[in-house]
């Protein structure tokens, strides 16, 4: 099912359809502020099971993100942080990054794993954050990789849609997205580490 929707106006029926979906166990791909993620509740085994498979890799050992709705949910998955780390996640988020930080003990029930790290990530996009906020907990993402090695990220949600429509349960279309990922921090030594360089710059949120 392909679900157009507009950023500065999310229907709010068609969100709850959304919601629905993924309480149920679906998978879905949809807008960031950056590339289009496939999604589903983190809560759902078989759904990261699904997506673990359509990328071919055992979900114990996929580098997947949580996508939140603020900072709220960080305690819920990761160990205390610093305030250092606290103090740029708040500057920079919500943005076009990814902190990977020191996960507790309720992320390797998760994924049936022994995870020690876990990726957050709060876009600036109101359709994913509505999702997250609707759902009530973070939804387990990864990027949508396009096959052609000289566009890495697919951008059109119609084409999404195309190649994705028999194998996911909802493409979300809001509008087109971008080509660059999101930087990735690693925040879980003493020093930050850009681990990927991405769309967002830290200086730019000084």
């Given at each position: 099912m392909l679900i157009k929707l507009y950023p500065e106006n999310p229907n709010p029926r068609h969100i709850g359809q959304i919601v629905e979906c993924l309480k149920?166990?679906?998978?879905?791909?949809y807008p960031t502020d950056t590339v289009y993620g496939m999604g589903c509740d983190i809560f759902q085994h078989k759904a990261v099971e699904r997506i673990a498979q359509i990328k071919g890799i055992r979900p114990e050992k996929a580098n997947?993100?949580?996508?939140?709705?603020?900072?709220?949910?960080?305690?819920?998955?990761t160990k205390q942080i610093s305030n250092d780390v606290f103090k740029l996640m708040k500057r920079t988020l919500p943005g076009p990054f990814t902190y990977?930080?020191?996960?507790?003990?309720?992320?390797?029930k998760?994924?049936?794993s022994k995870k020690k790290t876990v990726g957050i990530?709060?876009?600036?996009?109101?359709?994913?954050?509505?999702?997250?906020?609707?759902?009530?907990n973070p939804i387990m993402s990864t990027s949508i990789k396009d096959n052609d090695d000289l566009l890495q990220y697919t951008t059109d949600p119609e084409l999404i849609y195309e190649r994705y429509r028999d194998i996911v349960d909802i493409v979300i279309d809001g509008g087109f997205?971008?080509?660059?990922?999101?930087?990735?921090?690693?925040?879980?030594?003493?020093?930050f580490d850009i681990i990927r360089q991405g769309k967002g710059i830290v200086d730019d949120y000084s």
């Open positions: 149920n166990g679906g998978i879905i791909i997947f993100s949580f996508i939140c709705y603020d900072l709220s949910h960080l305690s819920d998955f990977i930080l020191n996960a507790n003990n309720n992320v390797p998760l994924f049936e990530r709060i876009p600036d996009n109101s359709i994913a954050r509505e999702i997250v906020n609707r759902l009530g997205g971008g080509i660059e990922p999101s930087t990735v921090i690693d925040c879980t030594k003493e020093e």
